[in-house]
């Protein structure tokens, strides 16, 4: 407990100093932004390999909306913000080169606010604005991208403490060992940037503080594993020994009441709960939450939600419909409804529902998806081909709308334009030889349109680019 106080003393002692007003976040970086971000594209290759993002449209908008509201109170962000959520059940987040910000589900399942949530990635984007980890792989540019972004994957993503550390090779600037722990300098300063930004966001400090003794629990009761997050995130104790203090000493850095964030911050987490974590678990949470209120609407959504996981769409159907009787405006609740009577065979209330979501909220992804996929179904080929083509023109990438353009195509006997959406599914899943087949297909079948075959020779051509630098990894 004597090194506990010392600590706390010198944290009470640098919070009576003041908060810089203009942190001087570039001046001592030393990799370009573009070198920067030449690094984040491939560390991103990297990872994408090594680990599993969940890509739910509900969870991944809102967790961007948050970061984008953190970002934002910077005059001039320094990269494209970018926020991602790791399908794994440890406390876990980091920000890698370019304004990448990863957060795991296991830890964003144990918050219980926003302020929590908006306190972790607001400390992960003070990283990035203080070019951090610029800083630590200056020294080792020599050893060329590629290796350096799979050296960065592998110190983020393994477990044990000394790969997040430190990894030496005599590869990496003459023998030199690239440190990816954050110094407590730069845990502190992370600290003090992130309660700046967090503050003109209107949230206070103390969803940082909570979190961070989350984790300290987590190490020091019923867990036999360090969480991730200690590995690279050093000095817990002395980090909130200093923002508890500093929010005592500071009250006016305490934000503001959020009410209506956290209501959008409940059912996010329901959703992520029922359908991203252990699902005998996610049912007892609802059981026990209906157990107290059997008229509550998170309670029935998160039933609702875990029994379409297992496969009982009846019972999903139910409970969603006892949801939606609670909050019968709730555009999430009706769209998950929608997909259930899809599941089920429903088409024409799928299509019912569905366009219910569209009229209140048109740029629901995954409501405009299933609404293209039910009108299939029905036989309604030309709005199922509106509805798909409005989708490609509008950022849908995690959805694969080139697939069913095709299966739409194929059906109106347009084989053509069919083939030629295929090919484009396949190369962006990197099947190539499919995709190769179903674009040569399209070549052929497009020999009276020269404009079609160009598009289609251009693309074949980035499809060789690809196969071959794939080859080289």
């Not at 961007?64 to 991602?84: A, C, D, L, M, W």
């Not at 003109?200 to 989350?214: I, N, P, R, W």
């Amino acid at each position: 407990m004597g090194l506990l106080r010392v600590a706390m003393l010198a944290f009470i002692l640098m919070a009576l100093s003041p908060l810089p007003a203009h942190p001087s976040l570039l001046s001592h970086a030393s990799l370009t932004t573009a070198e920067e971000e030449d690094l984040g594209e491939e560390f991103m290759r990297h990872l994408k390999r090594r680990c599993t993002l969940i890509k739910d449209p509900s969870i991944v908008d809102y967790v961007n909306k948050i970061g984008q509201e953190i970002v934002r109170q910077h005059p001039s962000p320094p990269f494209v913000f970018r926020f991602y959520i790791v399908h794994e059940d440890v406390y876990n987040a980091f920000a890698s080169p370019a304004g990448h910000v990863f957060i795991y589900s296991g830890l964003l399942a144990a918050m219980e606010t926003e302020e929590e949530l908006a306190g972790i990635l607001a400390h992960e984007v003070a990283h990035v604005f203080c070019r951090h980890i610029s800083e630590r792989i200056e020294q080792s540019k020599k050893i060329g991208l590629m290796t350096l972004a799979g050296v960065l994957t592998g110190a983020f993503l393994g477990g044990s403490p000394e790969v997040a550390g430190a990894i030496t090779s005599s590869s990496i600037a003459a023998g030199q060992a690239l440190s990816l722990k954050y110094s407590r300098e730069d845990e502190r300063e992370a600290d003090q940037v992130g309660l700046k930004y967090l503050s003109k966001a209107e949230y206070s400090g103390e969803g940082l503080l909570s979190m961070l003794q989350k984790i300290r629990a987590k190490h020091w009761f019923g867990s036999d594993q360090i969480p991730s997050y200690v590995t690279t995130h050093p000095a817990i104790e002395e980090r909130i020994a200093y923002l508890d203090t500093w929010m005592q000493t500071h009250p006016e850095w305490k934000g503001h009441e959020r009410p209506k964030g956290q209501r959008a911050f409940r059912k996010v987490q329901t959703r992520l709960v029922a359908l991203y974590t252990d699902a005998a678990a996610a049912r007892r949470t609802f059981s026990a939450q209906l157990g107290k209120d059997s008229e509550d609407a998170l309670g029935h959504y998160g039933m609702g939600l875990v029994y379409g996981r297992e496969g009982e769409r009846k019972k999903a159907a139910e409970n969603l419909k006892q949801a939606l009787q609670v909050r019968p405006l709730d555009g999430d609740i009706l769209r998950d409804l929608g997909k259930i009577y899809f599941q089920m065979g429903d088409y024409d209330n799928a299509v019912k529902a569905l366009l219910g979501v569209l009229a209140s909220n048109a740029s629901d992804r995954e409501a405009r998806f299933f609404l293209g996929r039910s009108q299939i179904e029905t036989g309604d080929l030309d709005r199922a081909l509106e509805t798909f083509k409005d989708m490609a023109g509008n950022n849908a990438d995690d959805f694969p709308v080139d697939y069913y353009l095709g299966e739409t195509y194929g059906k109106m006997g347009n084989e053509a334009e069919a083939h030629f959406r295929l090919g484009l599914h396949y190369k962006k899943k990197e099947d190539f030889k499919n995709a190769v087949f179903h674009l040569r297909r399209a070549l052929t079948l497009s020999a009276k349109d020269p404009a079609r075959q160009k598009v289609i020779k251009e693309a074949l051509k980035g499809l060789r680019e690809l196969s071959v630098q794939r080859q080289s990894d």
